[in-house]
């Protein structure tokens, strides 16, 4: 991207906050962290992509960039949840490489002689100190809206829920089971996978609300699958160890890894 300091600019700030968002112990931190990237750097970066012949002036590009990002939002889950799952991690990596592809698309249809900075159109003119706090006390609501709609809140007479699912890994020979917590506390489990011939596999594990985790069980040794293979999997809430609180089955398609 020599020549294009808007377009280094963005793929910069785009993989340094999803970076940041990736390695942030605060789940609300990482949020913020990636609500620029997610509602105007992936339009902005798709806008650069599609007018290549100069830089768009401010309020169209940046109503442009966020319809755009909006988009963006609304399409990628359904990839993503196929490819890991729908977490901060896959947004953030997800996020980022829809800039670098955008970005990189730009730089590529880019005219020779290209002399524009779109970073600079974007520039917004004067406001008012007014205007400014209004704007400022808006963004730090819809801030605080994204955390609080993230953050599991405490009722002694809400009731929570786990959640427990299953699919075939790669190739057939192995199974994902996905454990979810929304319960209203840090809640421990025992998740046993029984697979045919009577083998049985016991996993643990510890999620705090909202958290979700996902365990690979290997249904016999890779390379050796000829036919279906019936599984069980039981979810178990360590406080009552022998009461199977969730339970999912199926058939493991044939194949090899």
């Known amino acids: ?41 992936t339009g902005y970066a798709i806008l650069l992509a599609a007018f290549v012949e100069g830089p768009q002036p401010w309020p169209r590009a940046f109503w442009i960039s966020l319809g755009l990002s909006l988009a963006v939002l ?17 947004w953030a990596i997800a996020l980022a490489l829809v800039v670098l592809v955008a970005a990189a698309i730009a730089a590529a249809r880019r005219p020779a002689d290209w002399t524009g900075t779109s970073l600079a159109a974007l520039r917004p003119p004067p406001v008012s100190p007014l205007a400014a706090a209004c704007g400022l006390a808006a963004l730090a609501l819809a801030a ?17 829920f786990s959640e427990l699912w299953m699919r075939p ?31 049985e596999v016991t996993r643990s594990l510890t999620l705090s609300p909202g958290e ?31 009461l199977p609180y969730r339970r999912v089955y ?8």
């Open 74 to 90: 609304a399409l990628l889950p359904l990839p993503l949840n196929y490819l890991g799952g729908l977490t901060p991690a896959t």
């Open 1 to 41: 991207m020599r020549g294009h300091g808007d377009l280094r600019a963005v793929v910069i700030v785009a993989v340094v906050l999803a970076a940041l968002a990736l390695v942030v112990p605060l789940g609300w931190l990482s949020l913020l962290l990636l609500a620029p990237l997610a509602f105007f750097l």
């Open 144 to 160: 605080g809206a994204i955390v609080l709609a993230q953050v599991p809140l405490s009722n002694s007479k809400a009731e929570g």
């Open 169 to 199: 890994g790669p190739g057939g020979a192995s199974v994902r089971v996905g454990v979810g917590n929304e319960e209203q506390r840090r809640t421990a489990y025992e998740v046993r996978a029984k697979f045919a011939g009577g083998r």
């Open 250 to 257: 199926g058939w493991i398609p044939a194949g090899t890894q």
């Open 212 to 242: 979700t985790s996902t365990l690979r069980f290997a249904v016999i040794p890779p390379g050796t699958l000829a036919n279906a293979a019936f599984v069980s999997v039981l979810l178990f809430r360590r406080a009552e160890p022998d």
